[in-house]
């Protein structure tokens, strides 16, 4: 089994990362004679009344280099129609969600800092409208550094937001100016310290590493100047070319380097030491947090399979629709329509902008879990699992532990079963796109014996 290090970059924007994910992990082929018994599962009562909420601001002043995200530069953007459509949107898919309790609340983009304090404000008494919002729920901004803000953090802080993430991504001016971002070092460190008094003990730093002729020596450079300057949590990511961005270009054309294989797992490993040497805690592959309470709920919600609704364009989904609750209880993915203008007009026609809905089988939500949780130091836990799945997680432990496919990772120190917890160890950690797909076929082996 290969020992090369992969890191997906799952973090703040998991309504784009789950469906990477879902065409990284393998399509199983499923019996039309097992169909039916797919669909009749049901979720626990906990599960039906809980949600996370997702807010996608598609707009940027400039696109950077390395992005694929759904976002688009517009100078002149309508604050007053989006305010209403986003408000609009929120309601209905509230209301047919039926959930009872907001667990988190993210505003992501795009970069959510263009848009003006009042829309972020409607939407958060929309949602305390239709849901219960206590006072600690976590209610997240991605805030992106600028030479001059339109907005105040301030004024975000009056209405509601009580946490940031600030997307610093490197510390160097040159390297900042390869990934297209237009903004300095120094802005970003200046976004960085108003933040942490504004938001203290509630503020995220996003840093990437693997940047184009980035070698080991200038990333222990930047991880020694970011340490000192940290709150409480940071987000850690492996920088990666995806196909269509101006950066994947320059590669194909010779015009810049990436570090090799050997030299990224080195960075993800002196990251993670010099983190934890410094009192951090490792409680995802990519995210580190000083205590239990600076952790991301919200992230967290993506990572153990709880549902969450998306609002913008293009944000996705996935949730019990109150209409199905019975009698099968059907998780559905869903995606916003892309295009802001569309999307717009189709929320003031209809009320949502909702261009794609596919019905989830139990077997697909389980696989979702399972390669999200095995991110997290936590792992896959039988409270998780039994959410989802009534019978828990003591016959897949027990299987997996017995299969000669999968006991080879556990005798060898990838992964770790204990108490009811299918964990990926450190070692499992660097490898975890490359054995997550024996696992998968395991699971639907499992799943398939049991009449799922």
């Known amino acids: 089994?290969?020992?090369?290090?992969?890191v997906l970059k799952i973090g703040a924007n998991y309504t784009h990362s789950l469906s990477a994910l879902s065409k990284r992990t393998m399509s199983v082929v499923i019996p039309q004679s097992e169909k039916s018994a797919l669909f009749d599962s049901q979720y626990s009562e906990n599960y039906l009344n809980e949600a996370s909420i997702y807010i996608h601001w598609p707009f940027c002043s400039k696109r950077c280099y390395f992005c694929n995200f759904n976002k688009y530069i517009e100078k002149n953007v309508n604050n007053v129609m989006m305010r209403n459509c986003l408000v609009k949107e929120t309601e209905y898919l509230?209301?047919?969600?039926?959930?009872k309790n907001v667990i988190s609340v993210f505003f992501g983009g795009g970069t959510p800092n263009l848009a003006e304090p009042e829309t972020i404000q409607a939407v958060l008494r929309t949602i305390l409208n239709h849901a219960n919002v206590s006072n600690e729920t976590e209610i997240t901004m991605e805030v992106n550094p600028f030479k001059?803000?339109?907005?105040?953090?301030?004024?975000?802080?009056?209405v509601g937001i009580n946490r940031v993430s600030v997307g610093v991504q490197a510390l160097s001016d040159r390297s900042l100016q390869e990934l297209g971002r237009d903004h300095s070092v120094e802005d970003?460190?200046?976004?960085l310290r108003e933040a942490i008094i504004l938001f203290p003990n509630r503020t995220s730093v996003d840093i990437l590493?693997?940047?184009?002729?980035?070698?080991?020596?200038?990333w222990n450079e930047t991880l020694e100047m970011l340490i000192p300057l940290l709150d409480d949590h940071v987000s850690v990511y492996q920088l990666t070319l995806e196909r269509g961005t101006k950066l994947f270009k320059m590669y194909e054309q010779g015009l810049i380097s990436i570090p090799d294989e050997n030299v990224i797992s080195d960075m993800f490993n002196l990251a993670s030491f010099k983190l934890r040497s410094s009192g951090f805690h490792q409680y995802e592959i990519s995210n580190f947090s000083r205590s239990t309470e600076a952790c991301s709920i919200h992230n967290q919600a993506y990572w153990f399979g709880k549902q969450y609704i998306g609002i913008g364009p293009g944000a996705h989904s996935r949730f019990v629709p109150k209409t199905l609750y019975?009698?099968?209880?059907?998780?559905?993915?869903?995606?916003?329509?892309?295009?802001?203008?569309?999307?717009m007009k189709e929320v003031q026609a209809v009320g949502h902008g909702t261009r794609l809905m596919?019905?989830?089988?139990?077997?697909?939500?389980l696989e979702e879990v399972l390669s999200t949780g095995l991110r997290t130091a936590e792992g896959v836990t039988n409270r998780i699992w039994k959410d989802l799945y009534p019978q828990g997680i003591t016959a897949l432990c027990e299987h997996f532990s017995e299969s000669p496919t999968t006991k080879w990772l556990f005798q060898n120190g990838y992964l770790t079963s204990t108490s009811g917890c299918i964990r990926a160890t450190w070692k499992g950690w660097k490898v975890l796109d490359h054995i997550l797909p024996y696992l998968l076929i395991e699971l639907?082996?499992?799943?398939?014996?049991?009449?799922?």
């Not at 509230?94 to 959930?99: C, D, K, N, R, Y």
Request: proline letters at 7%; charged letters at 30%; aromatic letters at 4%.
């Open 444 to 452: 639907n082996r499992v799943l398939s014996g049991k009449g799922l």
């Open 1 to 6: 089994m290969s020992s090369r290090l992969s």
């Open 188 to 191: 970003a460190l200046g976004t």
């Open 209 to 218: 590493f693997g940047l184009p002729n980035q070698s080991l020596e200038c």
């Open 148 to 158: 001059k803000c339109p907005h105040r953090l301030e004024d975000y802080k009056n």
């Open 358 to 365: 596919r019905k989830q089988t139990k077997r697909e939500v």
């Open 326 to 343: 019975e009698p099968r209880g059907m998780r559905e993915a869903r995606i916003q329509t892309l295009e802001p203008v569309p999307w």
């Open 94 to 99: 509230l209301i047919e969600s039926g959930i």
